[in-house]
């Protein structure tokens, strides 16, 4: 091992991939107080440029291919992708040449981890899921390490090399100040106030209800903080503006997306959270003991958002709204049982709670630290 050892991370494109990875480093970099150096191979996407390159940590690219469960020209398209991505990985871990990767799964995931095993650099996989992701059941057979975040996932890997550490939570989601954000967004600490958080990319199906809904929840002095993502930003402004609506003035506040320290503030001064069913985003919230109520996303690879929605519901943590029952009428209506009931609020977010891991990043940390120290 070199004097200062190097890491490898790898994921996908969402903040259900990159804030693990980042909460993951943050551990490593404690680990190794003599310093420790990082690169991140993934694919090209301007999320993770923005994640990744706020935390500090240097990249490269790789073509990454997907496989789309319907028929599809992309498939053939992405098919040829998947060898080139794979010689890329190869080329780029030759000349970092890491002394352990840290992968979170997804298609970008595949070519790194395939090129760390011919290079029989040693690797740990994450599964954030109830249900395992493909990438990760897959390439289960090429790592030495597999941690896991629900009981449930167990089933999808070999028990001797599989452990249960829950979902990475960023250190900075627990230092959240709702007097800060009500000061930074001009809302009110004595008004009941609504986060809708569609995940870091924001959620259409969401963004369309919430729209539905707003003037009723402005109507009775509910506020509204929403997270649009970047791509529905302007015509949500645009809508929301089109209806008479003055953003900034009638305690509704869209915004494309809340860094890190804006959404530890947000989350705490929220009453209740609208919130898709990613692993990262419940484990904020079980983080927070947010009283939220799921919508999982319709048609995901494995249905893993709906079964984490399901997981979380069966304890008591969480109400879930299907996609086809986000009507106006009965999301008014869960969100005003919600804000009137504060003992339900109360134990569903201690329920949730459980679903809080406090030294996730740290076991895995622990995990690549011993792989470090092995090899």
């Not at 199906?205 to 903080?225: D, G, T």
């Amino acid at each position: 091992m070199a004097d200062i050892p190097r890491v490898v991370l790898t994921g996908g494109v969402s903040g259900g991939h990159m804030f693990p990875l980042i909460a993951v480093a943050q551990s490593l970099r404690k680990l190794f107080p003599g310093g420790i150096e990082f690169l991140f191979i993934g694919s090209r996407g301007n999320f993770e440029s923005d994640e990744i390159a706020a935390a500090g940590i240097p990249m490269k690219r790789v073509l990454t291919g997907k496989w789309r469960r319907y028929f599809s020209l992309l498939n053939i398209v992405d098919f040829f992708k998947v060898p080139v991505g794979f010689f890329q990985a190869l080329w780029h871990l030759f000349f970092f040449m890491p002394d352990a990767v840290f992968a979170k799964g997804g298609a970008a995931s595949v070519p790194v981890v395939l090129a760390a095993w011919l290079y029989r650099i040693p690797v740990l996989i994450h599964d954030s899921d109830a249900v395992a992701g493909r990438a990760n059941r897959f390439l289960s057979h090429f790592v030495q390490r597999i941690a896991i975040a629900y009981p449930s996932a167990h089933q999808f890997f070999p028990a001797e090399k599989t452990a249960l550490t829950g979902n990475p939570v960023r250190q900075e989601i627990l230092l959240g100040d709702g007097v800060r954000a009500a000061t930074r967004f001009k809302l009110s600490l004595e008004k009941p106030t609504v986060f809708v958080f569609g995940g870091s990319l924001g959620a259409q199906v969401l963004n369309m209800a919430v729209l539905r809904v707003l003037p009723r929840l402005l109507e009775k002095n509910i506020q509204v903080l929403h997270q649009t993502g970047s791509q529905n930003h302007e015509a949500i402004v645009a809508a929301v503006a089109a209806s008479g609506l003055k953003i900034g003035e009638s305690g509704y506040v869209p915004q494309a997306f809340f860094k890190v320290d804006e959404l530890a503030d947000v989350i705490a001064l929220a009453t209740v959270v609208l919130s898709r069913a990613g692993a990262s985003s419940i484990a904020e919230l079980a983080a927070t003991r947010k009283a939220a109520i799921l919508v999982p996303l319709e048609g995901a690879a494995n249905d893993e958002q709906r079964m984490n929605a399901y997981d979380v519901a069966a304890l008591g943590g969480a109400l879930v709204l299907e996609e086809a029952n986000l009507g106006e009428h009965i999301l008014f209506e869960k969100i005003e049982e919600l804000l009137g009931n504060a003992e339900l609020r109360k134990a569903m977010g201690e329920k949730l709670q459980s679903f809080f891991h406090p030294d996730a990043a740290d076991a895995i940390a622990s995990g690549v630290y011993d792989l470090i120290q092995n090899k």
